[in-house]
Each structure stands twice: as C-alpha cells, then as structure tokens.
C-alpha cells in the first residue's frame, strides 16, 4: 500500500511543482504545454497574480515530492515531510480555487473556460491529496 500511495503521491505533487517551476522559469515553454494561460489572455492582475504564486510554489511544493518519494522507500521521515507539505498543497489548492472563483465572479478573464475547468479539477485533486496525506501523517505518528 505504501508503495501505491508513495508512488500517487510523488506523481501528483510532481506534476504540481515542475509546472510551477516551469511556470516561474520558462512561461512562454509553460503556455506552449498549456500549464498557464497566455500574458495577453488574461487580466494583468491575475497575470501578476500566477507569476508570483509559481515563484513561491517553486520554493514550497517539493515538500510533498519528498513526502511521497520518501513513503516509497518506506522512510521513517516520509510524515514529517506529509504534514508539512499536504499543509502547503492544502494552501495551493484551496487559494487556486477561491482566488480563480472569485476573479471569475467579478468578471476578470483568467483564462479558456475549458482551461479553467481543468485547472480547478486538478486543484481539487491537489487539496483532496493533501488532505489524505496530512490524514495518513497524522495516523503514523500517532
């Protein structure tokens, strides 16, 4: 079981940190890919906005790669990593979600609907992972 969950865990919070740090270093490689929405297809706020989010997540989100890689390997730290870094997707999620509801609310353009659909599909996803995680954290130490 530690295998799968270390192996899902990794995976997903891979894809999630290497598309911000692509995001941050490489925007136009990241819009090529369709990680991010083109400058001119969006507000300037919310460009801003995304901008800063993938520097910071560049810098926090590689916790939960460690989690996940060190589940795999049945490391006795993996819960340590899980708490910290299901608290930082927990944080991603939940503000990617809110912040892209409320601008949408307002009418600012924030990208293709279709973009946005998968883009709050896979920030759900990101919260519900974390939330397991931080769940199965909480269990091993316990």
Request: a negative charge.
């Amino acid at each position: 079981m530690n295998v799968f969950l270390g192996v899902a865990i990794a995976s997903l919070s891979l894809l999630a940190w290497g598309g911000q740090t692509l995001s941050w270093l490489n925007p136009d490689l990241a819009v090529k890919w369709s990680l991010m929405e083109a400058e001119d297809d969006v507000e300037p706020t919310f460009w801003a906005d995304i901008r800063g989010e993938a520097v910071w997540d560049a810098f926090t989100l590689w916790t939960m790669v460690v989690a996940g890689i060190l589940l795999l390997i049945d490391d006795s730290a993996w819960p340590y990593f899980g708490l910290i870094g299901g608290g930082m997707f927990l944080y991603f999620a939940g503000r990617g979600i809110l912040t892209r509801l409320a601008m949408q609310r307002r009418g600012l353009r924030i990208g293709a609907p279709s973009s946005v659909r998968v883009g709050l599909i896979f920030l759900a996803v990101w919260g519900l992972m974390a939330v397991l995680t931080i769940a199965a954290s909480i269990a091993e130490l316990a």
